[in-house]
């Protein structure tokens, strides 16, 4: 067996830490006997060189810029698949033949409608209050909803049943809550969905519809942000997969998990940096004004970074940043694209790719760099863009969750700290 041996220099005595080794990228040694050799733990805030569980749902080769989810590349499947279809992959490992691809569509189909007692939760919602509040409220409501559909005291040997169900209402639902939550922080009335609808026409159609009026869905439109939701389905350990498995570690309900992953998700160093980007083109204004702010972005006396640049894992171009760039080109012909967006987001890229700061840095665009350009061609507003990516993870955190409830050993998630306060205080 491959090990590391590490030494404490203080007493002499060592320790072998056997090396996991997975099916693609770094090996890992592992340290779960650490402190019992040494009465030590290990430092590492942040997480970034810590391997946090064994996953068989998505790879990601951070070298060489590429993503796999259960074996296939993000790639062929966003060309060839639709979101539904991988939906069916993240949560059984396998990509579905026509019977149950059809199977699977009507059940998400038939799970589109939300309870009508829930649908008066946004009416408690203040005007302009954000979706992303309103969708985590609501995805932790459902909880109230479906409390008796899930085994939720921590046994594993849980009905799997019950998990498929709560996995379709999860996807069926959520882009239900967003499309209400956003109907609602603006007054307009509301749309019941259609369930003859395909899943994200109709999203677009619960975004755009009007009681008795039939708006204009594009073949195009609907195939671009399916290849967005496809594009985010899952990616591993991130902070909000984090957050969920944290929460599930507990044996808490899994409804009340995703919502934590969505709060997870709002941040603008996670998924709330495709609405960052855009604000951000807009403060730029102008190509003649990039130049001043790449200096901003490598000043260090500068708070100020460049929203969808740069990547806790991908020391690479993120490769879905990559098919999304090839997407606006083709949608070009038939939709209308802010031109102005996309020459700053341009010459932004030009700039950085060729500037020491960023290529020392393995600063590359992500996934949100280009995803905000596209979503405001689709006419989707910008307090959206975050609950879009919401949509396409939801998936990848029913999958995750499922894979560590599914564990034998299922244990709570509880770090350590280096306790850095006063101590021996007294009264
Ligand atoms: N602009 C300018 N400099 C940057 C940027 C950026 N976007 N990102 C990182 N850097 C610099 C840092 O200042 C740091 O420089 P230093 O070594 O001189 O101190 C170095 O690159 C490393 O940065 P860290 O923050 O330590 O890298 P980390 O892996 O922790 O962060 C993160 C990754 C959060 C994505 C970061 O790159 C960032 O804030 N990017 C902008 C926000 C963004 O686009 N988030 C979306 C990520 S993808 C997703 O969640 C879907």
Redesign the pocket.
């Known amino acids: 067996m491959d090990t590391v041996t590490l030494t404490d220099n203080r007493s002499g005595k060592s320790f072998d830490a056997a090396i996991k080794y997975p099916k693609g990228g770094t090996p890992a040694m592992d340290i779960a006997d650490l402190h019992k050799e040494f009465e030590l733990y290990s430092f590492d805030p942040?997480l970034?060189n810590t391997v946090s569980c064994e996953s068989k749902v998505t790879h990601l080769n951070a070298k060489e810029g590429k993503l796999y989810h259960r074996g296939y590349p993000i790639e062929e499947l966003a060309q060839e698949k639709n979101y539904l279809e991988v939906c069916y992959l993240l949560l059984t490992g396998e990509l579905p033949d026509t019977q149950q691809y059809g199977e699977f569509d009507d059940l998400i189909r038939k799970r589109y409608f939300l309870h009508e007692k829930l649908n008066r939760l946004f009416s408690a919602f203040p005007d302009d209050s954000h979706p992303m509040s309103t969708l985590s409220s609501a995805v932790a409501a459902l909880t109230s909803f479906y409390h008796n559909f899930i085994e939720i005291h921590g046994s594993t040997d849980f009905d799997v049943n019950e998990y498929y169900v709560m996995a379709q209402r999860i996807i069926g639902k959520i882009p239900t809550i967003a499309a209400q939550a956003y109907r609602q922080s603006v007054g307009l009335p509301s749309i019941y969905p259609d369930m003859d609808r395909y899943f994200t026409e109709n999203f677009l159609y619960m975004l755009r519809a009007y009681p008795n009026n039939e708006p204009e869905i594009k073949d195009i439109e609907i195939k671009a942000l399916d290849t967005i939701f496809t594009l985010?389905a899952d990616?591993g350990q991130?902070?909000s997969t984090t957050a969920v498995r944290v929460v599930c570690s507990t044996g808490a309900h899994p409804y009340a998990a995703i919502s934590a992953g969505i709060s997870a998700?709002w941040g603008?160093?996670?998924?709330?940096?495709?609405e960052?980007?855009i604000n951000q083109l807009k403060a730029i204004g102008s190509v003649d004004n990039v130049e001043k702010y790449i200096r901003k972005?490598?000043d260090?006396n500068d708070p100020?970074?460049?929203?969808?640049?740069?990547?806790?894992?991908y020391k690479n171009y993120?490769p879905r940043a990559k098919i999304l760039k090839k997407i606006l080109e083709e949608i070009k012909t038939e939709i209308e694209i802010d031109n102005k967006l996309l020459e700053i987001a341009y010459k932004i890229e030009e700039i950085a790719l060729s500037d020491e700061?960023?290529i020392s840095?393995n600063?590359y665009p992500?996934?949100?760099?280009y995803s905000g350009i596209i979503l405001t061609a689709l006419k989707i507003p910008l307090n959206m863009f975050t609950p879009i990516?919401v949509i396409g993870r939801s998936v990848g955190w029913v999958a995750q969750w499922f894979e560590l409830r599914s564990e034998e050993n299922m244990k709570i998630t509880r770090p350590r700290q280096l306790y850095m306060g006063d101590v021996n205080k007294h009264l």
Do not use: E
């Not at 603008?268 to 495709?274: D, I, M, V």
């Not at 100020?304 to 894992?313: A, E, Q, T, Y």
């Open positions: 942040s970034g985010h990616h991130n902070a998700l603008p160093k996670h998924g709330g940096a495709n960052a980007v972005a490598k260090k100020f970074r460049l929203m969808g640049f740069g990547h806790r894992v993120d700061y960023f840095r600063l992500n996934v949100d760099f990516f």
